[in-house]
């Protein structure tokens, strides 16, 4: 059973890449209790705004949608998370050298396609940039830039640097980008010291 966090979330930006970050919602992903941080479409909004994809005032207007319409505003979120686990699982294949399923990819390619239609190439101070078109109340605007950045990272050759964390509970997922391609922990502050200590504990009562 996912377990839900009723306080504010903190969301943490350790994947080196936002469609993975965007995975790593979820806390204690592979273990029997998982925790859930996209618990409301707030949240949602909340992380949007943490990733840089929304500005301040873009998600002030988006909240202010969702309070008209909790309808849609539930329904986007649910089907943020739908999105979220077929991204997840997509990688996941990837990293254990396995098949995509089917229903995963066809996910995926339905929230691209809608992503893209509100696409758009702006002129930039060095060019032109990729950006989007000014609707700035479609409710399920943060999931645009999640879905091209994972579209662009699962075609791209970094997509054999994306890990999975070391850790036996975790299950966050993480861009590879050290030097020696060693990187084990998406977080070496948390789980890496996490499996240290326990290394440490076992090792010191073994000795015992
Ligand atoms: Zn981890």
Redesign the pocket.
């Known amino acids: 059973m996912v377990e839900t966090e009723t306080q504010q979330p903190i969301f943490e930006f350790s994947g080196k890449n936002m469609s993975l970050d965007f995975c790593n919602t979820i806390h204690d992903r592979t273990s029997s209790s998982p925790r859930e941080l996209l618990t409301s479409y707030d949240n949602l909004l909340l992380w949007g705004q943490e990733a840089h994809i929304l500005s301040e005032e873009e998600a002030k207007l988006l909240e202010e949608e969702a309070r008209h319409h909790k309808e849609e505003a539930a329904a986007t979120l649910q089907q943020a998370i739908e999105l979220r686990e077929a991204i997840y699982r997509l990688f996941d294949t990837m990293t254990q050298g396995t098949s995509p399923a089917e229903s995963d990819l066809e996910t995926f390619n339905s929230a691209l396609s809608h992503a893209m239609i509100h696409s758009c190439v702006e002129a930039g101070p060095y060019g032109f940039e990729w950006g989007w078109q000014p609707e700035k109340r479609n409710l399920d605007r943060p999931l645009w830039a999640v879905v091209r950045a994972a579209a662009d990272l699962l075609t791209s050759e970094q997509l054999e640097d994306v890990r999975v964390?070391?850790?036996d509970t975790?299950?966050?997922l993480f861009l590879d980008t050290s030097k020696n391609h060693t990187r084990r922990?998406?977080?070496m502050k948390?789980?890496?010291n996490r499996a240290k200590a326990r290394k440490h504990y076992s090792q010191k009562k073994r000795a015992s």
Do not use: E, I, P
Request: glycine share 16%; hydrophobic share 25%; proline share 0%.
């Open positions: 964390c070391a850790s975790c299950g966050w922990w998406c977080d948390s789980c890496g």
